[in-house]
């Protein structure tokens, strides 16, 4: 004979038992199709990964115990009875804590579904080995690219001059190292960004905190690519300095502030294509008003979205005409003319 609470009983183990498998399976895909880019990107990911996956396996043990045992592990007391009222509170209470887990658990597995990188190139993994005057270090929640040249009393040349970068969206951080790599052998240093779920604006500071462990760098420019270069923007208009030293200047790549930049002194300069599907001519030239008059506007003819970094074709792009080689070196070269222009020169003896 059911009692009451059965019927919500039997409906919330199969509820768990779906949410329990996606918990399951989504951090299994992850794993497996972007195993790299996790074990190497922002550690909350692979945390959550974990974590997401044994909470998994609880939901289904408990799921397909609850189906199989029925309400025998909610027997009534060895004392007495439990009273009908008792057992609605029981069933409501048992509703009440479970509806609000599952909404988090569904929240989680969709977070880390969408999150799933766009993965480097071979070509890109390839620049992030230490040789040929550059050492990379791979840090937890971002890598430095850091020039090794020597003088010629054999002392290192230290750089001066600093770059941090903020990738695109669900871009794997290493996709950009063959294009950032040549701004490092050039002497400076150069700080890649490991967001969160790839998304720049959950972590507004973390660019700070990357550049508050190189008191010795004397200014810095902050850039970034797609919605990367968003964060960017808000970032060095609402942080002139750190640590005393300037935030001096802003590169965009493919991208626009989200809102009119503030500071007067930002070197300013955007790098688009002409035949960028996903920012689009039309957005660079409506975004003009929100950028200080000075800007100076980098437009490459037949570049497309994905040129700004090696992880493969996007998803709503344009269809590129200009080789990838050259119009990446065109990008290298409009950013090392801001890395330039905002380092002093060194005074004459």
């Known amino acids: 004979m059911a009692k009451t609470g059965d019927g919500s009983r039997r409906l919330l183990a199969l509820l768990w038992l779906g949410i329990g498998a996606a918990m399951v399976l989504v951090p299994v895909w992850l794993g497996w199709t972007r195993w790299q880019a996790v074990l190497t990107g922002h550690p909350l990911v692979l945390v959550l990964a974990i974590a997401c996956g044994l909470c998994g ?6 799921a397909v115990a609850t189906l199989v045992l029925g309400d025998r592990g909610d027997r009534d007391d060895a004392v007495r009875p439990r009273t009908e009222r008792e057992r609605i509170r029981r069933a409501d209470r048992r509703v009440a804590l479970a509806v609000p887990a599952m909404l988090v658990c569904v929240l989680v597995v969709c977070a880390l579904a969408w999150s799933r990188p766009l993965p480097a190139d071979p070509t890109a993994l390839a620049a992030m080995r230490s040789q040929n005057g550059v050492r990379v270090a791979d840090r937890l929640t971002w890598y430095e690219m850091t020039p090794t040249a020597e003088d010629k009393a054999g002392d290192l ?54 550049m508050a462990v190189h008191p010795e760098i004397g200014q810095w420019v ?51 294509g002409d035949l960028d599907g996903l920012t689009t001519p039309e957005d660079v030239a409506e975004a003009r008003d929100e950028l200080p008059p000075d800007t100076s506007y980098v437009v490459i003819p037949g570049a497309v979205h994905s040129f700004f970094g090696d992880y493969g074709v996007q998803d709503g792009d344009g269809t590129p005409t200009a080789d990838r080689a050259a119009a990446q070196a065109q990008i290298v070269e409009a950013t090392q003319a801001v890395l330039a222009g905002v380092t002093p020169k060194p005074k004459k003896k």
């Open 222 to 272: 902050v850039g970034g690519h797609s919605l990367g270069g968003v964060a960017a923007a808000s970032f060095a208009d609402e942080q002139p300095q750190v640590n005393g030293a300037p935030v001096a200047g802003l590169v965009l790549y493919a991208a626009y502030p989200a809102g009119r930049l503030q500071r007067a002194d930002l070197d300013v300069t955007s790098i688009s």
């Open 57 to 62: 396996f609880i939901a289904l043990a408990w």
């Open 157 to 210: 040349i230290r750089p001066t001059t600093g770059f941090v970068f903020v990738p695109g969206a669900r871009v794997d951080p290493r996709a950009y190292a063959r294009l950032l790599r040549p701004l490092a052998e050039a002497g400076y240093l150069v700080t890649v960004l490991k967001e969160p779920f790839g998304v720049a604006l959950a972590d507004s500071r973390h660019a700070g905190r990357a």
